[in-house]
């Protein structure tokens, strides 16, 4: 049998429990070309909010009975695909919620877990840190010259970006929401300073904080993190858009930031999917691998134990109460 | 003497006439390093409106009884400048809304009346075809398979970006106000369609005119326009922010349009000033020149008659009443 956690009914807003199902589906058969793969990791991921709702965005919604979207790492059973062999330890990034999936081996590749224990290949390894990488380089471009800001700053994506930062040499300001993600940003990431965007002088703070301006601006998250982040922009200044937490739940897309200040200030906009940026992903690999040994690059795991919850963690993520990649430890063999 | 339109008051919204004051100075005299130049005619551009505002933009606000910003060609007088002979025809960005200026060469150049009339020289071979030739191919960087769609088509910039566009081999739609701009648009430009701002039905008009969505988005309006654009954005489509006209009179900036489509569309938003791409102006005019030459750049000048005109035509510019470029016609010696 195979266990997996499906779309009971669409969310509202943030989603409930009873937005999602347990179910037993039969094992899959690779068929030619395909090869199975058993989960050890589920890797949760915000955007599999996105593919909850009704409208299209880059990826159809899933259908009511879907299986939720979500990478995994784990380790092929039969295969009747020529580069993966049973055996191998191997990423997949559409797996799904489940114990098991088939890979055509498009969205899959093997890890290497003396570089890393195979949970981190979900994570600083995985996609979040390809994420960061891909979008902080070649999208944000960041010089040494730079103050960059990231917000969710200790979360999956935002604590890659904020340490890439740092290695090319940036002033970088971490945005987190309450004290413990604050000085995990700065005590254990090293970045320069963070700012806790609860704080009712939050503002103020991140000026204090960006007493230079902010030349580049990676946001995860929109909404009012971003429109206070906005005026403090610099000329020529670039805002990478990787994530927008606070519209996953909207019913209707929320107003950006005035325009004026684009043209004024010269400021450089860009939104940025990792699957457009196949051709970059092994020099990600080896680059953030190589940081990863130098321990330059860090990264926490949150893991819980069991599909049954994975549904709760992913809420508890979805309202920032994860630190690092959030995780689900599976018992397959 | 020299007469001179300066700041009597700062406008709230559309600047009244008076808002304006026509004053006499002294006649200037050219120091080391400058030259006296004769206006024939003064260009006057939407940006002048953003520095009778009390704002700090891209540049500091004019004081009160400050000369207002505009561009001008003439003739040389007085001339301490090596590169600046006297009877040079020559045109300055920063001339004001006077009939004689000094100037140190750094914002001039002179023209080949040869090529076009003194006038063509600030319209489409001037600031507003070099501020369409650089925003078009460096910042949106068209393909020919491209739908491009510009705002205020029948404008000094739009006008030349929608040629542009069309010599680069993209279809090209020109968003403009009114059933003679439109006509213009298509008729005279040859654009490939044309859709009236006004019109009730304007959404579903620009829609249809685009069938195949938009590539790139040339905004020199900002507003409503652009929020109607925008949900017609392709994936990976560019939006060249070059003016936002609809915000020059505004007390506060207006929001932006959603960043969620931002990111599931993969757009790129880059706001421009010409004053940032000096090192493009001489490809620039050089190309404008050849495409004037061969008749495939056309420009429309409407012009008035003394400098006391002036505020009035920049009014009657800034409503949508102007069809080209806005001229002045001045009769120094």
Known sequence: MNRQIVLASRPEGLPALDNFALVSGDMPVPGPGQFLLAHHYLGLAPAARIRMGAARSYAPPLPIGG????????RVGASRHPQFQEGDL???????????????????????????????????????????YVGLLDVGGPRATDTVVVSAAAGAVGSAVGQIARIKGCRVVGIAGGSAKCRYVTQELGLDASVDYHAADFARQLADACHAGIDLYFDNVGGAVRDTVWPLMNDFGRVVVCGQISEYGATAPAAGPGWFSLLTKRLSVRGFLLRDHEERHAAAVADMSRWYREGRIKGREQIVEGLEQAPAAFIRMLQGGNLGKTLVRLTTS
């Open 90 to 132: 191997v990423v997949s990034t559409d797996a799904g919620w489940q114990e098991y999936s088939v890979s055509d081996g498009a969205r899959a590749s093997r890890i290497d877990a003396a570089i890393a224990p195979e949970r981190v290949w979900l994570g600083a390894l995985g996609v979040s840190g390809l994420t960061a």
């Open 67 to 74: 299986v939720i979207y979500g990478q995994a790492v784990g």
